[in-house]
């Protein structure tokens, strides 16, 4: 990929998780010069928790050439559980169940360290008709033909050209915990383990899968269970949440340390007598577990001249869909396949880019908001004339097939609003 000055383009990647290392990667393969810019000032290794992957996850790892060896667990069948732990439906429904940190690693290795450049928090974007240029708040600056904006939900390279745009809570938190498999019995294990495991009461869904162990340790007893409840939570709870046990608010989220001890102790509490034995007792298991609360939003453009938007910044779909890791991964496939020709002028190959995955991205915004109705609905309140409809979505064998489905999303029935209104109804924003 030569410019007319017969020199290698220059794609600068703002953000050093997933979207960010599948642009860098796949770009780079097509040969493209690539150097990616990431604000923590370690590597992001050892953190988050699971993944379900798709076909198309692991199309997209291949193409950026890493290893699909030891990926994940595999799993063969999802089944739900009704509240005194029997078995109620069951689906078969082959998948890999990974985690972050697992693809995080796999992903990572595809970037050499010279090109991989940690502690550089993107400030401000200058671009005119000949490049643009990124601007570090530790004073540094880099030139390029493309920056890409891989800088999460909420995304300063986003801010700066739909500022409009800002994520939107959804009305409940995401509980997530890692309980070892050696510290399930038995009976736990039989139940929920070595598979896809929900229960669906109304307004909550409650799910676990196995996922490997520490340093992706996938032998059999050092194995983790993958627990996660959705809540819902209005805005003043959640606000109460977001306080840690040093009396300091955090406006949109709270990192996994600084929630306090009580509102894990309520967690607990609450889950005794609600959840079927084998979620309870695997969630004793788990000394600490983390909320985060769950936004969604969609940007109705993913390019601005010299700049694309890939992954979370550009769009997140509620994480019913399952669909993040794999989002990120197609917008980094799009950009290196629309950009891949030494001919194609960046300005025509960044068009056909927005073209293709802006319709994507409100696949899975729609899709995700479309199954995620459920938390604010039951199923005895829904009118006859959508009742169909409903069991379509969220029957308890509806939820087992839609879930973390690359199928569900592609389906998606809802109209794509016009640009101009696309952001315009949001109501509560952070
Ligand atoms: C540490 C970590 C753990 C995660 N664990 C999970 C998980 O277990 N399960 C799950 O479903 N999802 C997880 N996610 C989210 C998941 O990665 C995304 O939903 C999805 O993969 C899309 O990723 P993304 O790269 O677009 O955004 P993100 O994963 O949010 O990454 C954005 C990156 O950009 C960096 N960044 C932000 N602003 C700037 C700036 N101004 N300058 C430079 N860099 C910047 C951030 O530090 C971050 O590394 C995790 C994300 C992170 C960062």
């Known amino acids: 990929m030569k410019t007319s000055d017969n020199r290698k383009r220059r794609a600068v990647v703002i953000g050093g998780s997933m979207a960010g290392l599948f642009a860098a990667s796949l770009l780079r393969r097509v040969g493209w010069d690539v150097d990616l810019y990431e604000r923590s000032d370690v590597e992001l290794f050892g953190r988050g928790a699971g993944i379900v992957t798709h076909d198309e996850l692991l199309r997209a790892l291949t193409d950026a050439g890493a290893s699909l060896a030891d990926l994940g667990v595999s799993i063969n069948e999802r089944v739900a559980l009704d509240s005194t732990g029997k078995p109620i439906e069951r689906l078969a429904y082959p998948q890999i169940v990974t985690s972050w940190d697992r693809l995080h690693s796999l992903m990572r290795a595809t970037i050499p360290h010279e090109n991989h450049h940690l502690g550089c928090n993107l400030q401000d974007i200058r671009q005119d008709a000949d490049g643009v240029t990124a601007v570090f708040s530790n004073g540094r600056s880099e030139q390029a033909d493309l920056l890409i904006g891989a800088d999460g939900f909420r995304s300063t390279v986003r801010a700066r050209f739909l500022p409009q745009v800002t994520p939107e809570y959804a009305g409940y938190v995401v509980w997530r915990g890692l309980a070892d498999e050696r510290d399930l019995s038995p009976e736990v294990h039989a139940a ?3 598979k896809f495991a929900f229960f669906l009461p109304a307004h909550n869904e409650i ?3 196995p996922i490997a162990g520490p340093n992706n340790d ?6 983790r269970f993958n627990w996660v409840w959705y809540r819902r939570a209005d805005a003043e709870l959640l606000k109460s949440m977001l306080v840690d046990e040093e009396g300091l608010q955090y406006d949109v989220s709270i990192p996994p340390p600084k929630i306090r001890r009580d509102v894990i102790d309520g967690l607990k509490s609450d889950a ?26 969609f940007s109705p453009s993913m390019v601005f001249g010299r700049v694309a938007l890939v992954g979370d910044a550009a769009s997140v779909g509620r994480p019913h869909i399952g669909m993040g890791v794999t989002k990120a991964a197609e917008d980094g496939q799009s950009l290196a396949r629309c950009l891949a020709s030494p001919e194609i002028d960046v300005a025509d190959g960044l068009a056909r880019f927005n073209a293709e995955r802006v319709p994507a991205a409100w696949r899975a915004f729609a ?18 004339e959508e009742r169909e409809r409903w069991k379509e979505l969220h029957s308890v064998s509806a939820m087992l097939k839609h879930t973390a489905s690359s199928s569900f999303v592609r389906e998606v029935r809802l109209q794509q609003p016009a640009p101009a209104t696309s952001s315009s109804n949001q109501s509560e924003q952070i």
Not at 370 to 382: I, T
């Open 192 to 194: 929920i383990f070595e």
């Open 207 to 209: 799910i676990g899968y």
């Open 218 to 223: 996938l032998r059999a007893g050092s194995r």
């Open 272 to 297: 005794k007598g609600f959840l079927p034995w084998p979620f309870y007792e695997s969630l004793l298991g788990i000394d600490r577990p983390f909320f985060t609360p769950i936004y969604d939003h």
């Open 367 to 384: 899709s995700g908001r479309e199954l995620g109705e459920f938390m604010h609905k039951s199923g005895s309140a829904v009118p006859p």
